[in-house]
């Protein structure tokens, strides 16, 4: 394999049903800056029915270049026929880089193309550079989250990896930035393709993102009961805020697994976050210290989490956010 001959970044610019999923455009704008180190182009890679025109979208975030697979085997996912389709991209435009959101899609599709264009993959990054060899450095939780591991891919090309939702930041959107856009045409091997879907089945009840929330009410163990973890609820309608949680009230059953925030739930990057008897254990904290203004509440004093909040408050959580719920109430009440 000559090195020499990989050039330039993909992104996996993943789309539900028509809608490109934030990870990719967090991704581009990554890609974007590791780009500018080693002066090359930034291409999206978008796979889908009838999402040409997507691409727009993804050249206002920053794609120089989008190129699309539009074909009816990939109106919905399938692993076989999108890691087809895929590998074909990256073999004919032997990409350096390439970039995978770690989706449930994204996690699925991302080892399978790297095995078929036989590189390696580093999953769940937190963290790309670039180096001085030009090499790109992943790096991911390792060890339970106990330290951080550099991982390089030094033999074979393309470098793979996949990439957290809520980690990078986007690019800001600029609707004037102009693009190639490529239609690429890939011969299927439908003798391989063994999933028919017959019918999809939406879960009824609405999802909520937690990566999406601007303001985010978590609450841990601390917190003590079920009934009082719903009391956060209150708090949250009051300043439109999302209720999330530590993995120990995942594990009560107190609320749902994807409203779990840190290493084995989501990464979040609200612009407040509030902690709320959570004690800041590295595997939590991995997911939300990014959060632009952290407000944490534990009666101990020396809890982990005031080492990293913007505010700590030390007292019962149990007492405090009632009272906090109350005044803003008041406020609102005024002011109305
Ligand atoms: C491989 C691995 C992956 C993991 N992934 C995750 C993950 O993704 N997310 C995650 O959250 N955890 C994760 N964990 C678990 C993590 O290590 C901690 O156990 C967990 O985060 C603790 O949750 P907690 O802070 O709610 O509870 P605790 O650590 O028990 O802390 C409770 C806190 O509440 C305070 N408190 C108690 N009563 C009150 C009160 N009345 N008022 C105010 N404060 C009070 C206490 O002082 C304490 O600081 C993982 C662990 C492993 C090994």
Known sequence: MNLDDYRGILVFAEQREGEIQNVGLELLGKAKELASEINEEVTAILLGYQVEHL???????GADKVVVVDEEELKFYDTEAYAQAFSSVIKDKKSEIVLVGATTIGRDLGPRVSA???TGLTADCTKLEISEERELLMTRP????????????????????TVRPGVMQKFSKDEARTGEVEKFDVEFDKSKMKVKIIEIIKEEKEKIDITEANVL???????GSADNFKKLEGLAEEIGGTVSAS??????GWIDHDRQVGQTGKTVRPDIYFALGISGAIQHVAGMEESEYIIAINKDKGAPIFN???????????????????????LKSQKS
């Open 247 to 252: 993995r120990a009230i995942i594990d009560s």
């Open 55 to 61: 691409s727009k979208e993804l050249i206002s975030y």
């Open 217 to 223: 009410i978590s609450g841990g163990r601390g917190v």
């Open 308 to 330: 990293i909040s913007d505010l700590g408050i030390v007292g019962d959580v149990s007492k405090i956010v009632p009272m906090i719920t109350e005044e803003i109430k008041l």
């Open 142 to 161: 390792a060890f339970g989250g106990n330290l951080m591991a550099t991982i390089i891919c030094p033999d074979h090309r393309p470098q793979m990896s």
């Open 116 to 118: 078929r264009v036989v």
